[in-house]
């Protein structure tokens, strides 16, 4: 019971996580916009029909730059506006909508008119981040990648350094200040910083609470309970749909966004210090009180750390401690079949991530409901990481992940090649590809794991994160590519996955293995996948890896 208390109560804090992760899917939608007139209008025609109003021909505009707007001003002058520029007809007399004449073209300095159909403000159109200032919404995403990626490792050494209770309160009670400062920003440097340090702190707590997890969850659970840490970061993706739908005013969405946070602030002054981390600090009787409480919770008898620790330190480890040795990223590249391993592997990290937040940032542009769209692709997550569990266990490591990623490959050609006014069957075909691609994502963390030898693997899982956060850098990036050609999201993830689901095949499968302790168990892998590889491998879990490894956040990979 005390480990379930503390699973669930860390847990929830995921889905703030997953919240501010992915809340610039709406936050960050630019609008169609036509250029502010210098004036009161009077009459607005668009192509020779001249009963509208300004606001109702702003949503008719194409997002190409062919088409304009003309108004006749109070004053008389007559004016064009398009996108991102307005011209001034010299001639007045005329009123039709084609002009060959003379006209002086200006900018918007006037600023934009937004259509508000569906969102009446976004960041975008607050701080009018278009057209020559459009390079400015594009860094919304990326930036905040940026952060996750330094606030992983920065927490993790302060998590070693002050503990874990104390970074996982600072870390949520960041999250709940910084996502209200990024509502009530001012300008946008002030919300771009708001959401960077916003984006640390998230990363923090997802690398310092897994870890913070994983030191209590016994060996029988922990497969599972690390894997579905991700399941309710899904949830976090189902929230930002449905509060995108409800709230179409940017500051206020993200104010709502930020309050999921509170219930873990006003519960996480309960949460006890683990013991381990009590234990390398040296303070035994704070840890012994710990494991006291835990017995009381599950209604069974303690334990004395002190016989533990006298038993260990009578042994041949206690009485001779050993060097630790450093060992670098060189070490990573220890021989060719190594190094390609290693290439493999962090290639297969990179889709991952690239393929994972490719898929959610792009479901505004499937056609559609786009809210629900963003929901169905947060949905199908929660099984994925159920088959993972199930399948990796039966038909081992290798065959689930290169599975995967050639069905995300697939799937991603199937939606090519839907035409876009059957978007029911691309979002299906989108659902399934986030299903594959996320059952890969979850997977890779235990493979990298379990394919190279203790003295080098949390550096082998620290330096994939590391390639999977640069790979969600670019994902946004790759998102808005898509008004030059809506698909190359979908070419370069289906085309990633393909190579990395071919590469994954020359991979040596783990099921059923020990877990490597030096470079040569981790070659024989290969040489043991080769004479067995037609052989149905034994049925057995990742108990070894867990029984084996202690978890620390220096492993901020895991995170």
Not at 81 to 88: A, E, G, H, V, W
Request: aromatic share 14%; proline share 3%; glycine share 8%.
């Amino acid at each position: 019971r005390f480990q379930r208390v503390l699973y669930f109560i860390c847990a929830f804090q995921n889905i703030s996580c997953g919240i501010h992760y992915l809340a610039s899917v709406f936050m960050g939608v630019t609008p169609r916009h036509v250029c502010r007139p210098p004036g009161n209008v009077s009459l607005v025609v668009f192509h020779n029909h001249s009963n509208w109003s300004l606001e109702d021909t702003r949503a008719l505009l194409s997002s190409g730059q062919k088409d304009y707007v003309m108004v006749q001003l109070q004053n008389g002058e007559i004016w064009e506006l398009s996108r991102c520029s307005r011209n001034k007809r010299e001639n007045t007399s005329s009123l039709d909508y084609e002009y060959t004449g003379s006209k002086k073209e200006s900018p918007c300095v006037d600023g934009y008119i937004y259509d508000q159909n569906t969102w009446k403000s976004t960041a975008v159109t607050q701080w009018n981040l278009v057209c020559d200032r459009k390079w400015l919404a594009m860094l919304i995403q990326p930036l905040f990648m940026f952060g996750v990626l330094l606030g992983s490792v920065t927490f993790g050494y302060f998590s070693d350094r002050l503990g874990r209770r104390v970074v996982l309160w600072a870390t949520s009670s960041g999250m709940f200040l910084f996502g209200i400062a990024a509502a009530f920003a001012v300008d946008y440097y002030t919300f771009m910083a708001a959401r960077f340090f916003l984006a640390m702190v998230a990363s923090g707590y997802l690398v310092v609470g897994f870890v913070y997890v994983m030191e209590f969850i016994g060996m029988k659970s922990r497969t599972w309970a690390s894997v579905h840490l991700h399941s309710f970061f899904a949830v976090g993706t189902l929230l930002v749909a449905l509060t995108g739908y409800l709230v179409r005013t940017w500051w206020l969405y993200q104010m709502i966004l930020s309050t999921v946070t509170v219930p873990f602030i006003l519960c996480c002054w309960v949460l006890p210090e683990t013991p381990f981390w009590l234990l390398s600090e040296g303070r035994y009787e704070e840890a012994q009180k710990i494991v006291d409480i835990m017995a009381k919770w599950n209604r069974t008898s303690s334990c004395k750390l002190s016989e533990f620790l006298s038993l260990d330190l009578q042994g041949p480890v206690g009485n001779s401690p050993t060097e630790v040795q450093k060992h670098s990223l060189s070490h990573l590249f220890y021989n060719w079949n190594i190094a390609t391993r290693t290439l493999t592997v962090w290639l297969i990290w990179f889709t991952g991530s690239l393929g994972f937040y490719s898929f959610s940032l792009n479901s505004v542009n499937l056609g559609g409901n786009e809210y629900l769209n963003l929901f169905l692709l947060g949905v199908v997550e929660i099984p994925a990481y159920t088959f993972v569990c199930i399948a990796m266990d039966k038909v081992g490591r290798r065959t689930v992940l290169a599975y995967s990623l050639f069905c995300s490959a697939l799937t991603c050609g199937v939606v090519m090649v839907i035409p876009y006014k059957h978007y029911i069957l691309g979002v299906v075909a989108a659902m399934v590809g986030k299903f594959a691609i996320g059952a890969a994502f979850g997977l890779i963390y235990l493979y990298t794991a379990e394919l190279y030898p203790t003295i080098v693997r949390s550096l082998a899982v620290g330096s994939g994160s590391m390639v999977c956060r640069l790979a969600s850098i670019l994902a946004p990036f790759s998102v808005d590519l898509s008004s030059v050609w809506i698909f190359i999201p979908q070419l370069f993830v289906g085309t990633m996955a393909f190579l990395s689901g071919v590469l994954t095949l020359k991979l040596p499968e783990t099921l059923g293995k020990q877990l490597a302790t030096t470079w040569e168990e981790a070659a024989q892998l290969e040489s043991e996948n080769e004479s067995n590889s037609s052989k149905l491998l034994p049925t057995t879990n990742n108990s070894g890896l867990e029984k084996t490894e202690v978890i620390t956040p220096r492993d901020s990979g895991l995170g």
